[in-house]
């Protein structure tokens, strides 16, 4: 049994006004933190999917087990860099979407979602943070198949809300993670890992 793990990380950033991957929380750049808890977690392979300014951002974030890849049209929706992660990750049982701008995102949950998997029942888990579903999502392969070569930004969320009867959902008794879009949402994200940097 394979787990990939898919960190989208190709946005253009444009309502932070720079590349939100590098804005640096904790000592580390955003991006960072989403590596290290792919990194530490059970995923069998990591993939980190580039955009616009990807030399910066490699030259910034260090990978230790993960690999790069890059999305030539990000304009064309988060599942395009998805499908550039996965084209990049190979063959596996299933795929977890991670995004670049969560960097609460824990090593933990990811291993409760690989824990989780029942693949006869469930299509598809993911986190409820104290009843609030977020990221990291792990699609089983043959459901994710039906939605990779299509273009958008909400296509599994949008397949999730089809098909709750295929969804397993995690219980975690945490804050939903913060979506850093904004400087706002940077104090907001920096002062809850405040404890928790190196």
Not at 66 to 91: C, D, F, K, Q, Y
Request: aromatic share 4%; glycine share 10%.
């Amino acid at each position: 049994m394979t787990v990939a793990g898919v960190i989208v990380a190709a946005g253009k950033s444009s309502r932070m006004g720079r590349p939100k991957q590098l804005a640096e929380v904790g000592g580390r750049p955003l991006l960072q933190w989403v590596v290290d808890a792919a990194e530490a977690s059970r995923l069998d392979r990591v993939v980190v999917v580039t955009g616009p300014g990807a030399g910066e951002v490699r030259r910034a974030v260090h990978l230790s087990r993960a690999s790069w890849a890059h999305n030539p049209a990000p304009g064309r929706g988060t599942m395009s860099s998805l499908r550039s992660g996965v084209a990049i990750a190979g063959e596996a049982d299933a795929v977890v979407k991670l995004v670049g701008d969560q960097p609460e995102i824990a090593a933990a949950v990811i291993d409760e979602l690989i824990d989780s998997r029942d693949p006869g029942r469930f299509d598809i888990v993911l986190a409820s943070y104290r009843g609030e579903t977020g990221h990291p999502l792990l699609f089983e392969s043959g459901a994710l198949q039906d939605l990779i070569d299509l273009d958008g930004d909400r296509l599994l969320w949008e397949h999730i809300e089809r098909h709750p009867e295929r969804v397993q959902r995690v219980a975690v008794d945490s804050p939903r993670p913060i979506d850093v879009n904004t400087p706002a949402d940077l104090e907001r994200v920096a002062a809850r890992l405040r404890g928790f940097s190196s």
